[in-house]
């Protein structure tokens, strides 16, 4: 198992920028990793995901570019630089852990889920 915890979530201006982290206990560089959002009245949906050492990314054609995954297993740490936010960006953000890397944009491929952070962008 792995415990996941969110952090870094806020209310920005349209334009700004963020970086949300997701801490893991022991066993964080077990799993491949997610960053989920969900808005207001909508289903879940995927942002972005990487492998295991970090070697590998997958991102939403909506957040390409704009954001950024990356990991750190000496820190048992996760990261999402999200840059040029923009109104349609703003969801409770959740990291996601998945012992395999297959199909990770889909919510059912992943095993443990963070409690999420909130965040806002203003127009």
């Known amino acids: 198992q792995v415990h996941l915890v969110e952090s870094g979530g806020g209310l920005v201006q349209a334009g700004g920028s963020l970086r949300l982290s997701c801490a893991g206990s022991e066993s964080f560089s077990n799993y491949a990793m997610g960053w989920f959002r969900q808005a207001p009245g909508k289903e879940r949906e995927f942002v972005a995901a990487?492998?295991?050492?970090?070697?590998?990314?997958y991102y939403a054609d909506s957040v390409k570019v704009r954001f950024t995954i990356s990991r750190d297993n000496a820190k048992n740490t996760m990261y999402l630089q999200m840059n040029n936010l923009k109104p349609e960006d703003t969801a409770v953000y959740y990291c996601?852990?998945?012992?395999?890397?297959?199909?990770?944009?889909?919510?059912?491929?992943?095993?443990?889920w963070g409690q999420g952070t909130l965040v806002t962008v203003s127009s």
């Open positions: 996601a852990a998945s012992s395999r890397w297959y199909d990770p944009a889909a919510t059912s491929r992943y095993d443990f």
């Open positions: 990487i492998t295991w050492s970090g070697g590998s990314t």
